[in-house]
């Protein structure tokens, strides 16, 4: 997983089966300083993340595992909102 | 996912099973100012994405999901034509 | 999948099972001015793609399926020969 | 899998399910010379690992496997503290 | 598959289970005029490749069939040791 930080939200109407109802947060990775870094990625949030908060991201398959057996061609979704932290890293 | 803007089609005559009427675009990756960046990628698409349309792009087996059981070896779908979004994000 | 150049063969003897009688292909990818740019990737090949030809290279999972149920530990798949492709990339 | 050292840890009350009594570490990649580099990697403990261990990081559905049938959306595992190493890097 | 020269070893006592009995090999990817390139990756070896040898290597679940439906949380296998191969490249 990542952490990154909500930036924004994405809406689409035309879109393929498995899509419906799905809310679609915007999220900028960032490193333990805050420092932005990466290209965006857009992930599914079920779990009610908002903006400006700093969450994780699973990716692939094992993200997508939360739709059971679902036809839902998520690739990227939010699994955490982060409480705190605690990180040593280097500049 | 990520965003993208269809640039092109790409045709094959040639090809593996499961690669038969499918619809090939050629999206590049654009961040939320519309500046592209990155490699381009070549997705499937059944939702109608146009020229120019910005598109949300979903990738691996997520993305396959789509096709069910066939036995179609696609690592890239359109899975939205993006409406409208709002993001901020730094430069 | 992205656009590459066949740009070589590769050979093993001693290998794993399940890698018995395939062809494999080095790949480059390209953009669409036929620019190289990053690693090359080694991919199977069936459908009979010859050295300088543009191809698509699906990856990962997706891409195993052609194979079925067999055990075949191959994560790259040439699936088409491009014919012909109508790209408008800045450059 | 990649070699990293564990920088931190991280916490998250508001999740997605499957994501509960899950310790969650920090790992920087590092190379052999203990240099680091690249994004941070938010992975799964099991094994215990400490602060500043070196560790192996497995990524994707194959670390995902750990959790056989149960619904964690968990993307990075990490599944060996390094004991010991013999590597021949140039710089 | 991404070729690459085996470099190292890596040693590990604690573990996840479905790591024991693996030996695991560190690969540095290569280009085809041998210059190194990109971040080392972990693989497991079952075919014997040795220090300094050339190895085609496989990521993800398509790596990790070669378990079968054993649980070993492996994400990079060495699919094969190369013998000769001959490719065109620019530099």
Do not use: C
Request: hydrophobic fraction near 45%; avoid cysteine.
């Amino acid at each position: 997983m990542f952490l990154g930080k909500v930036i924004g939200s994405v809406w689409s109407t035309q879109k393929e089966e498995g899509m419906e109802n799905l809310k679609l947060l915007v999220v900028q990775p960032i490193d333990w300083n805050e420092k932005e870094g990466g290209r965006t990625v857009i992930a599914a949030d079920r779990i009610g993340a908002g903006f400006g908060e700093k969450v994780i991201v699973s990716s692939g398959t094992p993200a997508r595992i939360i739709f059971h057996n679902k036809m839902v061609p998520i690739d990227a979704v939010i699994v955490g909102i982060v409480d705190s932290y605690e990180v040593t890293q280097e500049t």
